[in-house]
């Protein structure tokens, strides 16, 4: 998402989507990846909606570069950032059919932004066969360091306490970061203030300046203002403690509501037409390189983790998923 990524995971929903673009997925894991023959037999571009240099541009870079190994063909990294990723989605639906052309879109692309928007220039189960997930990631409660708050249950008194008054932050309307707080205003029955900034970096920086009360960030986004101990992770936003931040408590630890869990995900998507082998090939193989040993370290460095579902897995996921955004999106009155 542009960073990011992410999501809103809730026990709770009440709207049902149908099948979206997940149905789409099952056809593709049927076959084995041995009927793809010498496939791909020419270069392999990956468009990508977000900008250089961030997580998701340097994940699809490491896979590009392990595929290309695998496959002794160029994989390239396209990127088309702006727009909500339609810049990019408009590029991918005028390339390759065949799978030689794939994009990475993240959990907005493919469950929010159905809701947010009345009309969308593209159409979730026509044009895209959703392959696998390429990572995930968890959103911390970032506030900063001399924050009067200690607990979650210290901000949300004071949330109940000030109606309105608290204000948080994110880069957009509709991004996760957004729905998150959304949601935490929605298990808290609280109503705080929504402030969006055009940047990442001034969002975290008004964070850590107190102008901001609080706002949902990654290790990746937030983590070098929290390491140079400008920030502060309050909590996180997940069903357990994460690895390499095991002394910040989840936010159910901290006195908020226990499914108040907030992750982030991308995945890869083809061409609706791709030949079914040439899906669980590509499937098969990015599974594979991004199994390998060095990927691990590098997927730390951005505050991400490795996410393995089966076809079948991922398919319940996503449709949840979709779910608890739509749910979201419609208590909050959120459109665009």
């Known amino acids: 998402m542009t960073h990011n990524a992410l999501c809103i995971n809730r026990r709770q929903a009440g709207l049902t989507l149908g ?3 997940l149905g789409a997925m099952a056809p593709a894991q049927a076959q084995s990846s041995s009927g793809a023959g010498n496939w791909p037999s020419k270069q392999v571009r990956i468009i990508n ?4 240099g961030g997580g998701p541009d340097g994940t699809s870079r490491l896979v590009a570069d392990k595929l290309g190994r695998m496959w002794n063909q160029p994989v390239i990294v396209e990127n ?12 991918f639906k005028r390339g390759a059919g065949d799978g030689t052309d794939i994009i990475q879109l993240d959990n907005v692309h493919l469950a929010a932004y159905p809701y947010l928007f009345k009309k969308l220039p593209y159409n979730i189960d026509k044009d895209f066969e959703v392959v696998l997930p390429l990572f995930r990631t968890f959103f911390f409660v970032c506030v900063a360091t001399d924050s009067p708050y200690k607990t979650m249950a210290d901000l949300i008194a004071d ?3 000030k109606p309105g008054k608290l204000n948080y932050g994110s880069w957009s309307v509709g991004n996760p970061v957004h729905l998150g707080s959304a949601l935490l205003e929605s298990l808290t029955g609280t109503k705080m203030e929504h402030v969006i900034y055009k940047e990442t970096s001034q969002l975290y920086t008004s964070v ?9 960030g990654s290790s990746g986004t937030a983590g070098p203002l929290a390491r140079s101990g400008k920030l502060r992770f309050l909590a996180v936003l997940a069903p357990h403690r994460l690895k390499g931040y095991e002394d910040i408590p989840t936010v159910a630890e901290s006195g908020g509501p226990a499914d108040a869990v907030v992750t982030g995900w991308n995945a890869l998507a083809v ?6 082998a040439v899906v669980e090939k590509i499937r098969q193989d990015t599974m594979k390189a991004l199994a390998e040993p060095d990927v691990q370290p590098k997927f730390q460095t951005f505050g991400y983790e490795n996410y393995f579902p089966t ?7 996503m449709l949840e998923e979709n779910k608890r955004f739509g749910d979201v999106i419609r208590r909050a009155k959120i459109e665009l």
């Open 19 to 21: 099948a979206l673009a």
């Open 49 to 52: 909606p977000f900008p250089v």
């Open 80 to 91: 088309r950032p702006g727009g909500n990723g339609f810049i990019a989605i408009e590029a």
């Open 159 to 161: 949330a109940k306490a």
């Open 208 to 216: 850590a300046t107190g102008e901001l009360a609080f706002a949902l």
């Open 271 to 276: 061409a609706k037409s791709t030949p079914a």
């Open 311 to 317: 076809p079948k897995e991922f398919k319940a996921f």
